[in-house]
DNA sequence: GTAAAAAGATAGTAATACTATCATAAAAAA
DNA sequence: TTTTTTATGATAGTATTACTATCTTTTTAC
């Protein structure tokens, strides 16, 4: 039997649950297409109208505003990765190998798995390394945070802090440095590919050194004495 | 005497040059001031022009858009704050002192500095912290990249690296460390103010705590054999 | 004092970001 | 099966944004 994975969203995020019906679908599926090749700036919801086959008021009875598409967007996508932490470090008892496989899993390129047929996961791991900032970047974090739109990403944060605490008890910053290679995870390989000259892996772009600079990084902090 | 601090900035940012002008100069004030009240995203060419005196297609002969004006702000605060780096780490001559101030100078948030009359230093640097990654987070990176429009950062993270390469020379990532602990200069502390569980400083909210974290990072992964 | 450059004033256009309304089709409840 | 509800389609309309154009007046430079 196939799994079917569903990804409990936060109402509030949504006028009408995208999940529940053919149009929403297509349209969450035809967003993570068009941001993805126009950049969240050129992306309006007239162009996407077109590309799902739908009209504007359409568009805008699933969602209130591009803003609120995206922060679902990435809501979806840091629930979905924390799935796939949790699911592939199952088992996994030593800490220490837990955090390099939750590394190895933060800095790797998402093939798309065929579980949620209307979500390109590939496609949506770019967009959330070159548009994921813009979804708390703004003047409403404060309101958008107090409805919980961020949830999602602050429990992968606190998963990811709580095994380094695991492996380091002693550490004094696990949040931060859970915050900081997650986030590193996603700046160094936009850099690796557009402004490469900010990394040390412009000339091969292997995301394999991405992983092996967060490993260093962590791993020194935590065997510090 | 005085010295009034200039910094060069790259033509093709502006039509014409608002450093040259009274009008300019009030276009860069008060675009520093607007962005900052109301966020990038609100900010528009016609509040602005409100604010200056002027009208719509005054700020229009200075800036194309305010994509630009907001390239132009950023490149302006690297480029003033390397000039700080290398002026407060001058005659430094050990290098981890001179790395542990540079962090300490990344991290700090600036006072109004009286050379630039027109510029507000620490409302600029709020405005990096929050929108400084949407200068370089488009479809237009590229492009922009081979207009030089981001020099200034990668100077900046170049007099970085070089530091650290000066404080561990077999050190294997000094770019990709330079790159981080700007970047997380200016995330964690967006984090302790705004998503305040993401670091470990939420409580405090004192800058010293970032400090402290952003060196323990560079160090233990210097330190390490 | 004259020429050139900058600024002011005003107008206009295409696109964006919505809201509203009414008819129809599909799904669910009676 | 019929009725009612709910979702979608089609169309229209508005305020704001992001510009471009033109013409006049003022300021600055030589």
Chains 1, 2 share one sequence.
């Not at 598409?69 to 220490?96: C, H, M, R």
Request: glycine share 4%.
């Amino acid at each position: 039997m196939k799994h079917q994975l569903q990804i409990k969203m936060n109402e509030a995020l949504y006028l009408r649950d995208p999940e529940s019906t053919v149009l929403g679908k297509n349209i969450l599926k035809h967003s993570v297409h068009l941001i993805h090749k126009q950049g969240f700036e050129a992306f309006t919801f007239k162009k996407l109208a077109e590309d799902v086959g739908t009209t504007e008021a359409g568009i805008y009875r699933y969602f209130e505003n591009k803003h609120k598409l995206l922060v679902y967007l990435t809501a979806w996508y840091w629930g979905w990765l924390e799935f796939q932490i949790s699911f592939q470090t199952n088992n996994i008892k030593d800490p220490e190998v837990r955090l390099r496989r939750v590394v190895e899993l933060l800095a790797t390129t998402v093939k798309d798995d065929q579980q949620t047929s209307y979500i390109n996961e590939s496609l949506l791991h770019q967009i959330i390394i070159a548009e994921g900032s813009k979804a708390y970047l703004t003047k409403q974090v404060g309101e958008d945070n107090k409805l919980q739109f961020f949830k999602p990403y602050k429990d992968l944060c606190a998963v990811v802090g709580n095994i380094i605490s695991e492996c380091s008890p002693k550490y004094k910053y696990p949040k931060s440095l859970a915050s900081t290679i997650i986030e590193m995870a996603h700046f160094q390989n936009f850099f690796m590919y557009n402004l490469p000259s900010l990394t040390d892996f412009g000339k091969t772009k292997k995301e394999a050194e991405i992983i092996s600079f967060l490993n260093d990084l962590v791993f020194s902090s935590l065997k510090k004495k």
